[in-house]
């Protein structure tokens, strides 16, 4: 049996802790039809994820992105100083898994998480997008 360890937040943290709630986008992207460096270069779509969070009003704070050979798929993420963005692709089956959260502690950023997350799923083109939407508190 897990026993809870936490010790009760005061009011005034507890009234903070519900306004700092948040965004979560999820998307496992199937069948994508896109230009090949956003699943094969990771310089490209590094600067393609970096712009499209500029875009989007977001604060990117630093990214690592990642090759896996010459042919292989590349995993990234871009942290925000509203959260992060990451993602994932296998251009063996066209697939890519995508991740967009932000966090709401002083502004509401749920707009700007839509738009970033929308901006990429335009860009990898999915045949049968599976897409989540998850409000975090």
């Known amino acids: 049996m897990m026993k809870n360890l936490a010790t009760p937040l005061p009011p005034e943290a507890q009234s903070r802790k519900r306004q700092a709630n948040g965004l979560h986008l999820i998307g496992d992207l199937y069948d994508c039809r ?3 460096r956003l699943m094969l270069d ?3 779509l590094s600067a393609f994820c970096r712009q499209q969070v500029a875009k ?4 990117a704070l630093g990214d690592l992105f990642h090759r ?7 995993t990234g993420m871009v942290v925000l100083a509203e ?3 990451s993602l994932h ?3 063996e089956s066209g697939y890519v898994t995508l ?9 509401d950023n749920r707009a700007k998480a839509q738009q970033l997350f929308d901006d990429l799923l335009q860009a990898f083109n999915p045949a ?3 897409l989540h939407r998850l409000v975090r508190a």
């Open 99 to 107: 991740d967009v959260y932000v966090c709401n502690y002083t502004t």
């Open 89 to 91: 692709t296998w251009p």
């Open 68 to 74: 896996f050979g010459e042919d292989g798929g590349v």
């Open 56 to 59: 989007a009003g977001l604060t």
């Open 128 to 130: 049968n997008p599976h």
């Open 42 to 44: 990771d310089q490209y």
């Open 83 to 85: 959260s992060h963005l």
């Open 34 to 36: 896109c230009d090949s």
